[in-house]
């Protein structure tokens, strides 16, 4: 049986994969089951995507989900909770071919018609974004009006999101929210999380 899909999403990347305190921030973001962990290294090789989803789920606990990005063989291999695809990755259908019936299954997306074929297609949800401009895409921030008139799609809003962004981020239509530098470099991490699992409430 699938778990249900979390309301908020802590994304790694590579400069999160080195933080020297990268258990106890992961330990301290892990407050509730509808936090989930995303693993994800772009471009690095599958032992390093290995070594992080092994170290989030020591940090963290069996009560968190663990989502491999982009790595069947390796999701397969640490049994994680999920797959999440990025927007071109492996076709949906395809990679529901290889995971158990219980793990969930995400792609990320860019605007609101490639979230209704992802849907479509079978994907359990979608990362929707950037919402906000960010450092990694300050060119192209598509707003809160994007997360509007999907009703039936479990829409977890990403790109700029904030603590204190995450309700307008509900009000707007969105399941969840994703995070990376917000939650990780946050003061306090639980705070934080807490603060965005509360908007959701």
């Known amino acids: 049986m699938k778990p249900p899909v979390p309301r908020v999403h802590v994304i790694t990347d590579g400069q999160v994969a080195v933080l020297p305190n990268l258990e106890s921030v992961a330990a301290a973001l892990a407050i509730s089951p509808a936090v989930a962990f995303h693993a994800r290294l772009p471009k690095a090789d599958g032992a390093r995507v290995w070594e992080l989803a092994t170290r989030l ?52 997306v860019h605007d609101p018609e490639e979230a209704r074929r992802a849907a479509a297609a079978g994907a359990d949800y979608v990362l929707l974004g950037p919402v906000w401009e960010t450092a990694s895409h300050p060119e192209r921030p598509i707003g809160l009006g994007a997360l509007r008139g999907l009703e039936g799609i479990t829409v977890i809003a990403i790109g700029g999101v904030t603590p204190e962004r995450a309700k307008a981020c509900r009000d707007a239509g969105a399941w969840g929210v994703a995070a990376i530098s917000a939650l990780w470099r946050a003061p306090d991490p639980a705070a934080a999380v807490s603060t965005m699992l509360l908007s959701f409430v």
Do not use: M
């Open 57 to 108: 789920r020591k940090a963290t606990g069996p009560r968190s989900l663990i989502i491999v990005n982009d790595r069947l063989d390796v999701a397969r291999i640490v049994s994680a909770n999920g797959v999440h695809l990025p927007e071109n990755g492996l076709p949906i259908e395809a990679a529901r071919q290889l995971l158990a019936p219980g793990q969930l299954l995400g792609r990320s």
